[in-house]
Nanobody, 121 residues
Framework: QVQLVESGGGLVQAGGSLRLSCAAS????????MGWFRQAPGKERAFVAS???????YYTISVKGRFTISRDNAKNTVALQMNSLRPEDTAVYYC???????????????WGQGTQVTVSS
């Protein structure tokens, strides 16, 4: 069992930065693949980034070069550093855990409650 709690969302102007954090509980955190997804109003939940237990990362193309995912297995945390934010990045961001690498939300077994990110133009 893994419990996830996100923090760090907020309102920022276009071009600004935010750092999202996800605190995880559960003894198997270090073996999980961790992902960030987002859901904008009226849209389906979409993959943003993931990181494997060994540090391997994947990004959706629209955030590549702007967002960085990282994890600290000793602290059971995963972070998403978001730079050069755009209004189209506005969404609820979710942290999730899976047992295998995937960009598909159905592969993730555990989810946080979400944190709102709003980027004004």
């Amino acid at each position: 069992q893994v419990q996830l709690v996100e923090s760090g969302g907020g309102l920022v102007q276009a071009g600004g930065s935010l750092r999202l954090s996800c605190a995880a509980s559960g003894r198997t955190f270090s073996r999980n693949y961790m992902g960030w997804f987002r859901q904008a109003p009226g849209k389906e939940r979409a993959f943003v980034a993931s990181i494997g237990w060994n540090g391997g990362v994947y990004y959706t193309i629209s955030v590549k070069g702007r967002f960085t995912i990282s994890r600290d297995n000793a602290k059971n945390t995963v972070a998403l550093q978001m730079n050069s934010l755009r209004p189209e990045d506005t969404a609820v961001y979710y942290c999730a855990a899976a047992r295998r690498v995937s960009t598909v939300d159905t592969a993730y077994d555990y989810w946080g409650q979400g944190t709102q990110v709003t980027v004004s133009s």
